[in-house]
């Protein structure tokens, strides 16, 4: 059975990066693994705000492949005012995974067919359609 959120924090929290360099933290991060590090997910994620940073280069991929638990997570994402924020994690988080893809479908739909001026200007539609076609096929 899957511990509460709550009982991971504790005995994680101390290993977030600390800035933009700190690799050894991210690397103890996704050597810890998921469902370990599920309460720190929503930290793990505001890396994604700049695919530049070296510490998002270690998470990426760890992130990536958790797939679906993502969800609950992005959600506070897709309503942000934050669109580059957004277009990261459509590109390297939800399109890699099919699963997670279908589980944010309603955000990929209003993404896609309802995009904000500052979605289209950031490239975030053509994203969302992308994922949404992929799906079809």
Do not use: C
């Not at 899957?2 to 990066?17: C, M, Q, V, Y």
């Not at 940073?53 to 679906?68: N, Q």
């Not at 479908?105 to 539609?125: C, F, K, W």
Request: charged share 20%; hydrophobic share 50%; no cysteine.
């Amino acid at each position: 059975m899957l511990k509460r959120k709550e009982n991971f924090l504790p005995n994680t929290a101390h290993l977030l990066p600390v800035d933009k360099h700190d690799l050894p933290k991210a690397e103890a991060i996704v050597a810890l693994g998921y469902p370990a590090v599920d309460a720190l997910l929503p930290a793990l994620l505001a890396w994604m705000q700049d695919i530049n940073w070296p510490v998002t280069k270690v998470l990426t991929p760890f992130l990536a492949g958790i797939g679906e638990p993502l969800a609950p997570h992005l959600h506070a994402i897709f309503e942000s005012e934050d669109y580059v924020w957004k277009y990261w994690v459509l590109e390297k988080l939800v399109d890699p995974s099919s699963q997670l893809a279908a589980a944010v479908e309603p955000h990929l739909l209003r993404m896609a067919l309802n995009p904000s001026a500052g979605e289209t200007d950031e490239g975030v539609d053509v994203i969302a359609r992308r994922i949404l076609a992929k799906r079809a096929a």
